[in-house]
């Protein structure tokens, strides 16, 4: 199962291998990349987790480069864990959206100003569920 982008056109939407996932095998995760979103030089990305059992139990953090504006999504039963982050002086991640969120239809939208070229990580975690994580995108 394929799920269409929240906010990246689809049709500029490519699915790239996760750089981390760790989801049980009764779940699922799917990594987005979208390399032109209208930021010279910017990388757009998503990461869902879902049931496949029923799609509409997903958790997802959607980084757009255009504006920095992150897009935050829960509409499952269980607690999700819900990052983005950037690389500090240090060359370390360093989360500046830090979400716990616990149960369904949880939904929030963050703009936070970016210096152009900051890579971008996006991580999606679930209780007992796992973790989803791009990192390669750019601000």
């Avoid at 010279?40 to 987790?49: L, M, N």
């Avoid at 990052?83 to 989360?95: I, K, L, P, Q, S």
């Amino acid at each position: 199962m394929v799920l269409a982008a929240t906010c990246v056109s689809p049709a500029s939407a490519a699915i790239v291998p996760c750089t981390a996932n760790s989801v049980v095998s009764s779940w699922r995760a799917q990594c987005e990349r979208t390399p032109t979103d209208g930021d010279a030089g910017g990388v757009s990305g998503k990461v869902t987790v879902w049931y496949p059992g029923n799609s509409a139990y997903y958790a997802s953090v959607e980084f757009r480069a255009h504006g920095e504006i992150s897009y935050l999504r829960n509409h499952t039963t269980t607690t999700a864990y819900l990052r983005v982050a950037t690389r500090n002086e240090f060359g370390d991640w360093e989360n500046f959206i830090d979400q716990v969120v616990r149960g369904p239809g949880y939904s929030d939208t963050v703009n936070r100003s970016l210096d152009e070229g900051d890579p971008v990580r996006v991580q999606v975690c679930l209780l007992d569920r796992g973790c989803a994580t791009i990192a390669t995108l750019i601000s």
